[in-house]
C-alpha cells in the first residue's frame, strides 16, 4: 500500500496535491481507498494527461483543418462484399474461416465496458434483455454464436476446436459481468475459455488543469475509451495468452450490436485471403448526412472520420454509377492479426489519437459539498479503437447487410433508433426471413395463411414473430430439417421460438 508521504510526493510531482485535502476528515477505510487509487496513477503520465486534456479542451470547438479534400475512398480492390460477391466466392471465403477456426487460430474480443445508462439501467449493457420471446440477453446471444460456429467447424473439419472469448471490461462492468456469467454457467463455454480483463480508467479533468474529485476520497475516473484495449492487452497478459493459445486472428466487436456475426468464418476467410494485418466490417450509409464515421483514406493513410468532420457537400458526392463516394459506414466490428495487435500495444499505442468529451461531472467544492453542474465543467480523453487502421500494412474493408448485421442498441425506449425496439425487431425480422427462405409457412390463430412479407421496417413487428435460437443457426442454415419438423408451417398465436436442447431441435411456443 502507498504511504501517505509517497501518494503526496507523487501528487505535488504532477501538480495535484489538491486530491489530498480533506485527508484529516477521511476515516481508515476511505483514505485506503484513496491512496489504492492514488498508487495507480504515475506522476509523469498524470502531468501528461492533464496538460493534454486542456490543451485538446481549447482546440476542441475549433476544426483542425478541413479533411475533405485530402479524403479519398478505400479502393475498390481492398474491399470485400457480401452484396457484390457470387455463392462461390462467399463460400470460399467462409470455407477458410472455418478451416482457421477448426485449427484453433481463432478469438473473438468483445468491447464491453461500458455501463447501460442510456438505457435507464444501472448494469452493464451485455446484461440487457431487449424483450425477445426467450428473455435472452445480448451476453446469452452471444455465447451460443460462439457454441453454433465452434459446431460448424468441428463439424466440416471432425475436429473439436474451440473459439477463446475474450471481454474488455470497465471498473464499472467488470464484477457484474463476472458475477452474470458465474450465476448463468456461462451460458455453456468453458470458463476457461472466457478471459476477462478490465481497462484503464483516467482521471476527469477540469479546465483549468487540475483533476477532479467525485467525492473526499475518490477521484472522478473513467474509462479510457475501446482503444484503451491496447493498452489492457499489454497491463493484462492478453498478448501472452493469445500467444500461449496459438491464436492468430482476432474478430474485435462493440457489446451493443444484436446482430454481430461472432467469429464469422466470412469475414475470417476473407481478411486471411487477403492476407489482411487489419479489417473493418462496413455497411453501406443509409443517406449522405447519417451521424456513422465513414472508412477512407486521408493523406493515403486508413481512417474513420466522424461525420461531424465531413463537409455536407462532400458526403453528397456520388461515383459513376450514383453510388455515394464515402458509403463505407464503420460499425466497430473488426479483424486483426495477433502480430498486428502485439506491434500496437508495444509500439504505437502512446500515438494514438486522444478524443475529447466535455461533459458535466459532478464534483466536491472547497467545503466538501457535492455539486451536480448545470453545465459542462469537466474533460474527458478517450482513444477509440479504429485508430490503429493508420498502422496497418494491408487494410481491407468488406461490406455487410445492414439488415443482417448491424442494429445497435444505444437508447432508451422513446428515441428514435437505436433502441431496445428496434434491436429486437431487426432480430426478429432477420428470423423471419431465414424461416421463409427456409420454406417455412405461417398461419394465423384461424389456420389461415398469413401473407410473407420480405421487406420489413424497424417501426413494425414481422407479420410473424420467430426467434431461432443461435444454437440452431449460426446465419440461417441448417433450417430446411427445422422446417421439415415444422411440416412447412409454424402456428400457434404467431410465436414459434426455436430452441436446442441437448441434440433435440425443438419447436417450443411463448410462454
Known amino acids: 500500500m ?64 478541413r479533411l475533405d479534400a485530402r479524403m479519398e475512398p478505400v479502393p475498390p480492390e481492398f474491399i470485400g462484399s457480401v452484396r457484390k460477391s457470387d455463392e462461390e466466392r462467399l463460400k470460399m471465403w467462409g470455407d477458410e474461416g472455418l478451416l482457421q477456426i477448426s485449427q484453433d487460430r481463432v478469438a473473438v474480443l468483445l468491447l464491453a465496458g461500458g455501463q447501460g445508462t442510456r438505457l435507464g439501467v444501472p448494469y452493464p449493457k451485455g446484461m440487457y434483455n431487449v424483450g425477445l420471446p426467450s428473455g435472452k440477453t445480448l451476453y446469452q446471444i452471444q455465447a451460443e454464436h460462439i457454441q453454433k460456429v465452434q459446431e460448424l467447424a468441428n463439424l466440416k473439419h471432425a475436429c473439436r476446436c474451440t473459439i477463446p472469448w475474450y471481454i474488455m471490461t470497465s471498473e464499472f462492468t467488470l464484477g457484474p459481468t463476472e458475477k452474470f456469467f458465474r450465476d448463468n454457467e456461462y451460458f455453456g463455454l468453458c470458463p476457461s475459455n472466457v478471459v476477462m480483463f478490465e481497462q484503464r480508467m483516467i482521471p476527469a479533468v477540469g479546465f483549468d488543469g487540475k483533476i477532479i474529485l467525485e467525492k473526499k476520497n475518490k477521484i472522478a475516473m473513467a474509462p479510457d475509451g475501446n482503444g484503451g484495449l491496447y493498452r489492457a492487452l499489454v497491463d493484462n497478459k492478453i498478448i501472452e495468452d493469445m500467444e500461449r493459445r496459438g491464436l492468430e486472428y482476432l474478430h474485435v466487436y462493440c457489446v451493443d450490436n444484436i446482430l454481430v456475426k461472432m467469429a464469422d468464418p466470412v469475414f475470417i476467410g476473407f481478411c486471411v485471403n487477403k492476407g489482411a494485418d487489419c479489417g473493418a466490417k462496413v455497411v453501406d450509409k443509409a443517406y449522405p448526412s447519417e451521424p456513422v464515421g465513414v472508412v477512407c483514406r486521408v493523406d493515403g493513410l486508413y481512417q474513420v472520420i466522424e461525420y461531424s468532420e465531413i463537409q455536407p457537400e ?77 498502422f496497418s500494412n494491408t487494410f481491407v474493408a468488406f461490406e455487410v447487410l445492414r439488415e ?31 424461416a421463409l427462405a427456409a420454406g417455412g409457412n405461417f398461419l394465423d390463430e384461424q389456420d389461415k395463411p398469413i401473407p410473407p412479407k420480405h421487406s420489413m421496417t424497424k417501426n413494425k413487428d414481422p407479420p410473424a414473430i420467430c426467434e431461432i435460437s443461435p444454437l440452431v443457426s449460426y446465419f440461417g442454415e441448417e433450417l430446411l430439417s427445422v422446417s421439415d419438423l415444422m411440416t412447412d408451417r409454424i402456428t400457434e398465436e404467431n410465436v414459434l421460438l426455436v430452441s436446442c436442447f441437448q441434440t433435440k431441435i425443438v419447436l417450443q411456443k411463448e410462454k
Open 314 to 390: 462532400t458526403a453528397e458526392l456520388r461515383g459513376p454509377g450514383g453510388e455515394l463516394l464515402f458509403s463505407a459506414g464503420n460499425i466497430c466490428n473488426h479483424f486483426f492479426t495477433r502480430g498486428f495487435l502485439k506491434e500496437v500495444a508495444e509500439k504505437f499505442e502512446s500515438q494514438l489519437k486522444q478524443h475529447v468529451a466535455i461533459k458535466k461531472v459532478p464534483f466536491v467544492d472547497g467545503e466538501g459539498n457535492l455539486v451536480k453542474p448545470t453545465k459542462p465543467n469537466g474533460i474527458k480523453m478517450e482513444k477509440f479503437v479504429f485508430d490503429v487502421f493508420k
Open 404 to 434: 443482417e448485421e448491424f442494429s445497435p442498441l444505444k437508447n432508451a425506449d422513446g428515441a428514435p433508433l437505436d433502441t431496445p425496439t428496434t434491436a429486437r425487431r431487426s432480430l426478429l425480422a432477420q428470423h423471419y426471413r431465414w
Open 2 to 65: 502507498l504511504s501517505f508521504e509517497a501518494a503526496k510526493a507523487r501528487l505535488e510531482t504532477a501538480g495535484q496535491s489538491h486530491v489530498l485535502q480533506f485527508w484529516s476528515e477521511l476515516s481508515a477505510e476511505e483514505s485506503s481507498a484513496l491512496l489504492e487509487e492514488i498508487s495507480l496513477l504515475k506522476p509523469e503520465e498524470l502531468l501528461e494527461h492533464c496538460r493534454a486534456a486542456v490543451e485538446a479542451a481549447s482546440r476542441h470547438s475549433s476544426a483542425d483543418g
